[in-house]
């Protein structure tokens, strides 16, 4: 190496410099020992860096920063435990195709392999959930590393890249290396593959669409609403579809699945084709895999090869890039009798909200939540019941107004993504709905809130229990209620307010619309405390292991 | 049904690549029952694999190729038998 050239950055440098240039604007994580020389470069970089309070928060947060803005989501933290704590959130943005990168500090080289003073091997732990990683092992690559870790992140299937640097790597002095590499562009669809598709599609007298979240990570929500509107073929969303839709367009019939619409389950099952564009045959959507649409053809459109065939034999596969495809596909049909029975299938299923008793009704509260708040509000929830019923009972104009953990199932997911989306979306009202199990998986992240006066909505829908677990025990497990309850929490309200968090709590009816008004009108952040039955259930509901068509509906005694 | 089948793929020598790779046939439901990895040249391996399974192999196969390691699946067979991926072998 000539010494003309510029060897004044160090790796560090050289990664804050990668960052800026990737055009990254804010970033989660947490210090320590092995990553202090980035913390040290962090000092006077354009970055704005967030200080959550465990790594897993900042690991959400950026899926949550991601999943609202499309933008690669950038997460930081130390090795050994830092290291350890980020796993679940890009356990999260695996599942859920989110692009992120991952920057975690590593023991000095000489020293890997040694069991060295918080050395884990976060490259090994971390294996299979990611799209791909990287140990820098020499300053002078980062930079051309950097780029390849954004544009793995997001091409194709996004997914998360975790980046390992050994802090004498980060250290060290070194020139630049440049790259070029950019994100690979989808390929056209293949044409005898559109004509294939298109002659099924002529040929079915049952069609349905099933639109899953791929939609959202391809930017093809104008073209699905386009080919709906085109061919006005009933249409199913799968829980991370949802906002692709109109909910209120009659042809609409729901989410499919476990706790879907059971006019959307129905249309599928009595289905003659399915088009499923950026779904992936889930379990929770399809219940009982071999019932699952037993008459149907499928034309599947997707951008990952390996979901073709995966769990249901594709007659067309349409890869590459869905826009093309979608707009390929969308010519009129003449199905009439179907839309009929669609329709009316959808007026059979209607939710209903006038429940018995004088307890808050959850599902009627996320209704007005949702029409209150209006359809550009970001609702980022967490798991269980009240994630089921928010997916039921709000409503969503685009994918990236509902951030839900619906691969991993994370709880403690609603918190740090809600930041994250509050964060890359400043003009938008984020709520975050959570229960009382899921809400202290990251309680700690309030005090993030209150740290840089970032303004979420929080309500707390309270059921003194783990909800849906205890759901399932009594249905499914003879009513023997095993470590679910959870009469004992803290005073939500006290809780926030240690936080610095304004709240309030409410337990009956009367008190749900003035509490939601003030929560939504008021500035900043805030809670919403808010107790109910802790023996309501979701409904309906797919048993585990059958079919979409033996869905239950509550019994009405 | 279990049966064996034969894989040979072309790999970057980067880090992690054999354990990425083996990972991934394991996970996806294949029993690696024997395997032979040979150094071409600086830059890749070729490896061969015996698996067990009762998946098709097809679909571990593009498990495989989508790891960013994978030169290549060296195949004796046409890659895409499969009548709706036939257009883009
Ligand atoms: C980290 C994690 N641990 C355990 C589970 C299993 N689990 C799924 S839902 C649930 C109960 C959630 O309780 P709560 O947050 O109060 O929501 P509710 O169901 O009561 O609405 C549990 C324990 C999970 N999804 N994630």
């Known amino acids: ?557 | 049904m279990m049966r064996e089948q034969h894989m040979r793929v072309l790999l970057r020598r980067s880090e992690g690549a054999l354990l990425r790779l083996i990972g991934t046939v394991q996970r996806r439901g294949f029993e690696v029952t024997d395997i032979a990895t040979h150094a071409q040249d600086q830059d890749s391996w070729l490896v061969m694999l015996k698996v067990e399974s009762a998946r098709e192999l097809r679909l571990l196969e593009r498990q495989v190729e989508k790891l960013y390691d994978v030169i290549e699946l060296i195949e004796e067979a046409p890659r895409f038998e499969h009548p709706a991926l036939a257009a883009y072998a």
């Open chain 1, 1 to 557: 190496m000539s010494d003309t050239t510029d060897m004044s950055k160090t790796g560090a440098e050289w990664l804050i410099h990668a960052l800026e240039r990737e055009g990254v604007d804010t970033l989660f994580g947490y210090p320590g020992g092995a990553i202090m020389p980035v913390y040290d470069a962090l000092v006077g970089s354009s970055l704005k860096h967030i200080l959550v309070r465990h790594e897993q928060g900042a690991a959400l947060a950026a899926v949550g920063y991601a999943r609202a803005s499309g933008k690669v989501g950038v997460c930081m933290a130390t090795s050994g435990p830092g290291a350890t704590n980020l796993v679940t959130g890009i356990a999260d943005a695996f599942m859920d195709s989110v692009p992120m990168v991952a920057i975690t500090g590593q023991v000095p080289s000489h020293l890997m392999g040694t069991d060295a003073f918080q050395e884990v091997d976060v490259f090994g732990i971390t294996l299979p959930i990611v799209k791909h990683s990287f140990i820098v092992r020499r300053a002078e690559d980062i930079c051309a590393i950097v780029r390849e870790a954004f544009a793995i992140a997001l091409e194709g299937r996004p997914g998360p890249v975790l980046i390992d640097l050994p802090k004498d790597v980060a250290n060290a002095r070194a020139v630049e290396k440049p790259s070029t590499r950019e994100a690979k562009r989808p390929l056209p669809p293949k044409l005898d593959a559109i004509q294939k598709a298109r002659s099924l599609i002529r040929e079915s007298k049952r069609p349905v669409l099933y639109i899953g979240g791929g939609v959202g990570m391809a930017n093809a929500e104008v073209a699905v609403k386009r080919l709906f509107d085109q061919t006005r073929i009933p249409a199913v969303c799968t829980l991370k579809g949802l906002g692709s839709m109109d909910p209120n367009d009659r042809l609409y019939m729901g989410m499919l699945g476990m706790h879907g619409n059971p006019a959307a389950n129905f249309a599928v099952q009595e289905a003659d084709l399915l088009i499923v564009i950026g779904a992936r045959f889930d379990d929770r959507a399809t219940g009982k895999l071999d019932t699952f649409a037993p008459r149907a053809k499928v034309i599947h459109l997707d951008a990952d090869t390996a979901e073709i065939d995966k769990l249901r034999y594709a007659d067309v596969a349409l890869l590459g890039d869905l826009n093309k495809s979608l707009d390929a596909l969308a010519e009129p049909t003449t199905i009439a009798d179907w839309q009929t029975r669609c329709q009316w299938l959808k007026t059979q299923h209607q939710w209903r909200y006038d429940a018995p008793g004088e307890d808050i009704y959850a599902p009627l509260l996320l209704k007005q939540l949702s029409e209150l708040g209006g359809p550009d509000m970001i609702v980022s929830c967490d798991v269980g019941q009240h994630q089921m019923w928010v997916a039921q009972h709000c409503s969503f104009s685009h994918i990236a107004n509902h951030l839900t953990s619906g691969g991993l199932g994370t709880m403690g997911f609603g918190l740090p993504a809600a930041i994250g989306a509050k964060l890359a979306r400043p003009q938008a009202t984020v709520a975050c709905v959570s229960g009382d199990g899921s809400i202290m998986m990251n309680i700690q992240e309030l005090a993030t809130l209150h740290r840089y006066g970032i303004a979420v909505k929080i309500i707390v829908l309270d059921n003194a229990g783990l909800g849906m677990v205890r759901q399932w025990q009594e249905l499914f497990f003879n009513q023997r209620f095993s470590e679910v309850d959870l009469s004992d929490n803290p005073d939500f309200a006290v809780l926030a307010r240690a936080f610095r968090i304004p709240a309030r709590t409410i337990e009956r009816r009367d008190e749900v619309l003035p509490a939601l008004t003030e929560l939504l009108n008021s500035e900043g952040s805030r809670l919403l405390h808010v107790r109910i039955d802790a023996k309501s259930n979701v409904w309906p509901l797919v048993p585990p292991g059958k079919s979409n068509a033996d869905m239950i509906e509550e019994k009405t005694s």
